[in-house]
């Protein structure tokens, strides 16, 4: 009898592939880059945390950011000069009003300042406020309050100037600095009174300020119940 014969061996069993190796290698690069991503998302939330809930911004902080605000009608030219979309141009231009027009009575008037334009005018407002005695001014008309009380209102609407002038000063012979004490007229507009004095002769009549630059309509008006001209020899001059 002859050796016995081998028993053939079982064929090796096939590895079962999973199906993410049956992907293509495109696909399997896209997924892993994928992966990678929102590990790497998770793990910067959990470092960062969670953020911080904000809320929305109230009228008080509002108010605290805002930053303070300056009073227009007294407000140095410097303090204007530093306002957003002033600077020293446009702060000469507003100080100018104020001296031949009196105090602004809202802030929209700053508009009648050259200069100003309504972009302006809106960056500006929250940064200025016109004081409680202009805002009555211009809120309360003596024709809305009742009888007693217009006495009072037309004291209180009178500037400073107005209420310590006692008596008419001659716009013929003042020096620079008596016609400064007048309503409107400041270091410029009393100087050019006595330039056009000099150069075209003393003023004959109120009107004839008119002569002056500067000096509009509206400026006359102030200045007529607290002026006089007096005809002299001589004229005064700075």
């Known amino acids: 009898m002859g050796p016995p014969r081998e028993a053939p061996s079982a064929p090796a069993p096939t590895p079962k592939l999973s199906l993410y190796a049956t992907w293509p290698y495109s696909v399997q690069l896209a997924v892993a880059v994928l992966l990678a991503m929102g590990v790497g998302f ?16 109230t009228a008080e902080t509002h108010e605290a950011t805002r930053g303070p605000q300056l009073d227009l009608n007294r407000a140095t030219r410097a303090e204007l000069a530093l306002l957003p979309g002033v600077g020293p141009t446009r702060a000469q231009s507003i100080d100018d009003y104020r001296a031949q027009h009196g105090d602004f009575e809202t802030v929209d008037d700053l508009r009648k300042a050259p200069g100003i334009g309504p972009k302006t005018l809106e ?60 309503p409107g007229i400041g270091p410029k507009l009393s100087q050019r009174i006595i330039d056009e004095r000099t150069l075209r002769g003393p003023f004959k009549t109120v009107d004839e300020l008119r002569r002056v630059p500067g000096i509009g309509p509206k400026t006359l008006q102030r200045l007529r119940p607290h002026v006089a001209v007096e005809q002299a020899a001589g004229v005064a001059g700075s």
């Open 42 to 57: 998770l793990l910067s939330r959990s470092m960062a945390g969670d953020p911080v809930r904000r809320e929305p911004p």
């Open 123 to 182: 960056r500006l407002r929250s940064s200025l406020f016109v004081g409680p005695i202009a805002q009555t001014r211009a809120t309360q008309t003596p024709e809305r309050l009742p009888a007693a009380g217009r006495a009072v209102a037309a004291s209180s609407s009178k500037t400073k100037k107005e209420t310590a002038l006692t008596a008419a000063i001659d716009v013929n012979h003042a020096s620079a600095a008596e016609l400064q004490k007048l």
